[in-house]
């Protein structure tokens, strides 16, 4: 300080020359001779002022010389800092206009980052009069196309068109490139089905992923082969052992049908569509898969990417028994010559269920091919949290022309992609989060598009895809409209349900729901939705809806009848209107999803499944303890699957309270909020198995042995001492159901700080 004191008097009183030159370059080189020249010199002079104060008055009086030289100084040092503050000022001036100075005498809005400039109302408006009828019957001119079966020169034409329009609308676009295996029938040979000592009759429909080889057996007529039907013949005590099972297309998929039909021990199953439920000539073929599950099932649990070494392993969802599909004729022709019992009660036909003497042969030579495909992508990105996004896809392959399947619900994704981007373009609208656009390809052979690229990124989807509109068969009617999505978006669907129009006056909700959603609008997801493997695989809250014409499927599904004329034959010729309100209904939630400060999921929605499924478990396990003491001790109990219920139900109800009580202008609390909701879907993934085993690990909505619904199976096995119950698997499957929930519960708490260890 002194030092300092030294300086400052040197530079204002006049200080000898030989003092004010210190060489401060030299004393850090070392060379200290002035230094300490000038060192002695101050010291000496300080003493000697602080003995003869008078002193530097009389020495350094104010001499027309020292005077000079102060002016001097001072004019510098004013010259200094007005260049300072000339150059900051100019700086400022420069600025862009996003800085906060550039709004300094401007009352302009400005995006603190925890709301769009845009009010929700606007933004509806704003979509609803993008999405026009005379522009979604263009685009669907556009993309109709006769021919596009997966890997086909077709599809990859149509998808070079999606791609293109992607590019028009200033999005940024990238393909995603898989070297798939799937199944085709024989290019030479055939498939075969022969009926006692009948004609040998080759069907030109297939199922893809069958069981190769020859079977021959008795008919088993089952209805629609599901399990509750398999049931009824098994209490009728009628043996099913290596049957031909012959089943009616529809309700639930054809790898479901093949799976039940194979826990039976049935030999074959033959598909065929029936005319109650679809309105086709009788000799129109009928074509599918049997994989019980998604994707590639060859790569189970990989991406099928080029020159990528994968283990000689395949799908555990592969059916070890054939499949074929026949055609209408042919299904009627078998079912009037068979013998036997009478149908059960409530079957709805006079026909027999077929005699030990109804023998048919059936002949399956699919061979394996490999095919490359192509998924399209674009991307509107957020202006917040631009790495968060939710995906809008749709399938681009069919088996025919494909019009309800494919061609519809691609013509509703370009038309959004349009219609959004416009909005961010020329209206103002600035999306918080990300919107992806996607168009796969081989869906049909089951989602395989969908779920290799899932497969492919999935450590990083899982973490930032927070939602998948699914856009596959969105316009089968116009009757009725069906919703099915994760607990978690039945709020935002009901919601949407109130806030889209069907007409000028009445929402969808009014005109389909009776202000009733659940029980007559939402439906349980079905493993053949693209939506499904997102879901049940990779823990994304997914949702799919379609308008439809009545109870029954759409009755050209995979043939090739699914054509323009036909769809336009059940909605009255509304296709593009129709379309027009399910890319409204998307783009409700999709736009709603990426506009608000939080996530619009309802946790709570998920406590009721759980609870439900507790119950049922809770009461099984007493039965058995009661009926079949030595298999369940008493000391199990159902608590502690009570107590991780009781778990997520009562962290769900403290994120709310957090909720309520956060800053939602703060950027980063909305994200971390966000990032807790996200954790809830995949966190109900079960770590204990496997993907290749059970691919759709989900323990509430996924398949398989893990699942809650399985425990209770479990548990009905038991209190009957079927042969294949097993008490300890049982117990250890309990016990990891019962951690998945409480984990999930610990992840949505938040910081490791906020957890209570009284589990």
């Not at 961010?424 to 049909?444: H, L, Q, T, Y």
């Not at 619009?600 to 406590?607: A, E, F, H, P, T």
């Not at 993934?685 to 496997?690: E, N, R």
């Not at 159901?737 to 409480?742: D, P, R, S, V």
Request: aromatic share 8%.
């Amino acid at each position: 300080m002194d030092q300092a004191r030294s300086t400052i008097s040197k530079i204002f009183n006049g200080e000898p020359h030989s003092y004010t030159r210190f060489n401060l370059t030299q004393n850090m080189e070392g060379d200290n001779s002035q230094v300490e020249t000038g060192g002695n010199g101050v010291g000496g002079r300080l003493n000697h002022n602080s003995n003869r104060t008078p002193y530097v008055a009389q020495k350094l009086g104010r001499t027309p010389k020292n005077l000079c030289f102060i002016a001097a100084t001072i004019f510098l040092i004013f010259i200094i800092g007005y260049l300072i503050g000339y150059l900051v000022h100019r700086n400022k001036d420069l600025a862009p206009t996003c800085a906060p100075s550039a709004f300094r005498y401007e009352d302009i809005p400005h995006e603190t980052g925890a709301a769009p400039l845009m009010d929700w109302d606007d933004v509806k408006k704003l979509l609803a009069q993008k999405l026009t009828t005379s522009s979604m019957d263009a685009v669907l001119g556009q993309l109709s196309s006769s021919n596009h079966r997966a890997g086909s020169p077709g599809d990859e034409d149509l998808g070079n068109k999606v791609l293109k329009k992607f590019k028009e609308y200033g999005m940024k676009t990238w393909t995603d490139e898989h070297f798939v295996k799937v199944q085709d029938p024989p290019a030479s040979g055939y498939n075969r089905i022969v009926f006692k000592n009948g004609s040998e009759e080759r069907p030109t429909g297939f199922l893809s992923y069958s069981a190769s080889g020859t079977a021959r057996g008795a008919v088993l007529y089952a209805r629609y082969g599901e399990e509750k039907e398999l049931k009824q013949l098994k209490d009728m005590n009628i043996d099913m052992n290596g049957r031909v099972m012959l089943v009616r297309a529809g309700r639930i998929s054809f790898a479901e049908k093949v799976a039940n039909a194979a826990k039976v021990n049935a030999s074959a199953v033959l598909i065929y569509p029936d005319p109650a439920d679809y309105s086709i000539d009788e000799s129109s073929p009928l074509f599918g898969h049997v994989h019980m599950g998604s994707g590639d099932p060859y790569t189970p649990g990989f991406p099928s990417f080029n020159h990528t070494q994968f283990p000689p392993v395949q799908s555990s969802g592969l059916p070890n028994i054939l499949a074929q599909t026949i055609t209408t004729g042919m299904g009627l022709n078998i079912l009037r010559q068979l013998g036997g019992r009478a149908q059960p009660d409530g079957w709805e036909s006079i026909n027999r269920l077929g005699d030990e003497s109804d023998v048919i042969t059936v002949e399956v030579n699919n061979v394996l091919t490999e095919k490359r495909i192509n998924n399209v992508f674009g991307v509107i990105k957020g202006f917040v949290d631009a790495d968060r996004y939710v995906v809008i896809g749709a399938q681009r392959d069919a088996w025919g022309p494909g019009f309800a399947a494919s061609t519809v619900g691609t013509s509703v994704l370009v038309e959004l992609a349009r219609s959004i981007s416009d909005m961010v373009e020329n209206d103002g609208f600035k999306p918080r989060r990300s919107i992806v656009f996607a168009s796969w390809s081989a869906g049909e052979y089951g989602s395989v598009g969908a779920t290799e690229w899932l497969e492919g990124y999935l450590s990083s989807l899982s973490m930032k895809a927070f939602t998948y509109i699914n856009l596959d068969g969105i316009v089968t009617g116009q009757n009725g409209f069906k919703v099915a999505a994760s607990p978690l978006l039945h709020s935002l669907v009901q919601n949407a349900l109130k806030e889209v129009n069907y007409d000028k006056d009445k929402s969808l909700l009014s005109q389909f729901g009776k202000n009733n959603s659940e029980s007559t609008i939402l439906e349980p997801l079905r493993m053949d939705s693209a939506a499904y493997p997102f879901l049940a695989f990779s823990g994304i809250p997914s949702v799919a809806f379609r308008f439809h014409s009545g109870s029954s499927d759409y009755p050209y599904f995979g043939t090739t009848l699914d054509t323009q004329q036909n769809l336009n034959s059940v909605t009255a010729s509304q296709v593009p209107q129709l379309a027009v309100r399910a890319g409204q209904f998307a783009g409700h939630i999709a736009l709603r999803l990426v506009h608000d400060h939080l996530l619009q999921m309802d946790l709570k929605k998920y406590n009721q499944l759980i609870r439900s499924h507790v119950v049922q478990i809770n009461m099984r396990v007493k039965a058995v303890q009661r009926l079949q003491p030595q298999l369940l001790p008493k000391t199990l109990t159902g608590q502690w699957l009570v107590m991780a219920s009781g778990s997520y139900n009562r962290v769900s109800s403290i994120l709310t309270a957090d909720i309520q009580n956060s800053d939602l202008e703060n950027m980063e609390t909305c994200r971390m909020i966000n990032d807790r909701v996200m954790t809830v879907e995949r966190n109900f993934l079960s770590p204990y198995v496997s993907p290749i085993d059970s691919p759709f690990r989900h323990i509430l909505l996924g398949s398989g042995p893990h699942t809650l619904k399985a425990l209770s199976s479990d548990l009905d096995a038991l209190k009957t001492a079927s042969p294949e119950a097993n008490a300890e698997l049982f117990r250890n499957k309990l016990a990891q159901a019962t951690w998945t929930i409480q984990a999930c519960a610990n992840s949505l708490a938040g910081d490791i700080w906020s957890l209570d260890n009284e589990f």
